[in-house]
């Protein structure tokens, strides 16, 4: 068992659902993430303490679902689905619509309201960066062909005389000869520097994103924090067997730049999957502006946890 003090959290092992003091305690409010069902016990305790007193009302159960861009989202979100037990379960969809639920901001503006202040972890990073080059951070799955991207925005670099240092998160699959190539300071005949990171925090992460040119990010939490950054970004969408993956990654890139011009849309999609530096690169400028007003128009439709919130206070006003 561990504890978050300061932000009022209490983490228990899974176990512990089933534990007389848990169940004994159920929440007012019960959220199921990442498709875990909840333990049965759980479940019968839920049903047990609005059986009790017929003035108890029964805990508003949401079933928290994945991010997606894929319009049938709008039509689910908040969906009731009365259970046999007598409970209703809601199904929430995070997403980038009004008739969605937003994406989870947590402490970002905190995080990054200072961007002059390195985190610690970052120090010896940042002071090996050349003064005005364009930074990029990388967090991306194995598959990730990051030999042949590194290549090519290297000569995209060169041709249009920028330096670039890039952040390499954990354990990236990147090969010994492009890990020597790229070691070194900037040459004439490399405008790219890697630099390996430590294991760092993920306030200090969130900061890294916000000051990078561009973020190679993967999975769902880094997509979401490469959104709050309002930077271009490359997202390495986990891959699945019957390639669900892509039909969720060509929603988002058809929602992502449709407020864009056609040729910002034509490079972008190019270059989130893993087109050639070369031909996105002159348009980094008109893509951070885009990236910027995705960003407003994610603050606009409200954060996640705030409209998680805003359902539960409309649910218990209405029972």
Not at 5 to 16: F, H, M, Q
Not at 274 to 298: F, V
């Amino acid at each position: 068992m561990s504890h978050g003090a300061s932000l009022g959290i209490e983490v228990l092992p899974w176990s512990a659902a089933e534990s007389p003091t848990v169940l004994a305690s159920v929440g007012d409010v019960v959220i199921e993430a990442f498709a875990c069902h909840l333990p049965q016990p759980y479940i019968e305790a839920m049903v047990q303490k609005t059986s009790q007193k017929a003035s108890t009302k029964q805990p508003i159960w949401i079933n928290l679902e994945y991010l997606t861009a894929e319009a049938w989202a709008d039509n689910m979100h908040l969906m009731p689905s009365p259970q046999n037990n007598g409970l209703n379960k809601y199904f929430y969809f995070p997403g980038f619509t009004p008739k969605t639920g937003g994406v989870l901001l947590g402490d970002w503006d905190e995080v990054t309201s200072n961007s002059l202040k390195i985190p610690q972890s970052l120090s010896l990073a940042f002071e090996s960066c050349h003064p005005t080059s364009k930074k990029v951070s990388v967090f991306n799955y194995k598959q990730a062909p990051l030999d042949t991207w590194l290549d090519s925005v290297n000569q995209a670099a060169l041709a249009h005389d920028d330096k670039v240092d890039v952040f390499l998160c954990a354990d990236q699959n990147v090969s010994a000869a492009t890990l020597k190539k790229f070691a070194s300071t900037h040459s004439n005949d490399s405008a790219v520097q890697l630099i390996q990171l430590p294991f760092i925090p993920q306030e200090d992460y969130d900061y890294l994103l916000s000051i990078c040119d561009i973020n190679l990010v993967r999975g769902e939490d880094s997509f979401v924090r490469a959104q709050w950054a309002g930077k271009p970004f490359i997202w390495d969408i986990y891959p699945q067997s019957n390639l669900a993956h892509e039909v969720k990654l060509n929603a988002f890139l058809e929602r992502y730049f449709e407020p864009s011009t056609a040729e910002l849309r034509s490079t972008g999609v190019a270059a989130m999957k893993w087109g050639s530096a070369s031909d996105w690169w002159p348009h980094l400028s008109a893509w951070t502006k885009h990236s910027e007003g995705w960003r407003q128009n994610l603050m606009g439709l409200g954060h996640l946890e705030g409209k998680i919130l805003d359902f539960v206070k409309s649910q218990e006003i209405s029972r």
